[in-house]
């Protein structure tokens, strides 16, 4: 439900964007959110896009939950569930408020236990450097850990993982 002009702007832009930049695509989008009418940017906003040969295998089974989207991908033999995440920004301290980290944990885990699927992908922006000492990293390391899941960096020669750094903070 579109809850104001703004809101309801930014999804259409961004849906005739992704249409022209995907012209063959089934998208799945989860719009970004703006809160009351203050004029900073939106935040949030999740596609999936899959070629549109390939729509009738994809299920949406998304939470009504603006930093979480997940689909059903069912193929021959196998459905894989697959998460776009995104997490809470680490504030890079040893002590951290885990409340909207861990709403995105129970999302995911309710996500998990309501759906039946023979494999599992987590992506998105996690928003973690692994490399840290934070409590935000550790609530995510033990996170992946409770599902025995692997960071595609440590098995992959990843070396295009974006990374932003704003007033050398």
């Known amino acids: 439900l579109v809850t104001n002009i703004m ?16 012209p063959s695509s089934h998208l799945i989008i989860n719009p970004a959110v703006k809160d009351g009418h203050s004029k900073g940017r939106a935040r949030g906003g999740l596609f999936i896009a899959v070629p549109d040969y390939f729509k009738n295998n994809i299920q949406d089974v998304s939470p009504s939950y603006w930093r979480l989207q997940a689909v059903l991908i069912k193929t021959e033999g196998s459905i894989m569930l697959l998460i776009n995440s995104y997490f809470p920004v680490d504030p890079r301290t040893a002590n ?14 309710n996500i998990l236990e309501d759906n039946n699927f023979s494999s599992f992908l987590l992506c998105g922006d996690i928003n973690c450097d692994f490399l840290r000492n934070s409590g935000h990293v550790r609530c995510v390391q033990n996170f992946l850990d409770e599902f025995s899941l692997q960071k595609s960096w440590d098995s992959y020669d990843v070396d295009f993982t974006h990374s932003h750094e704003v007033h050398d903070a």
């Open 7 to 22: 809101q309801s702007r930014t999804f259409h832009i961004t849906r005739k964007f992704l249409s022209q930049a995907l």
């Open 96 to 109: 951290n408020d885990e409340n909207e980290l861990n709403e995105v944990f129970q999302n995911i885990r």
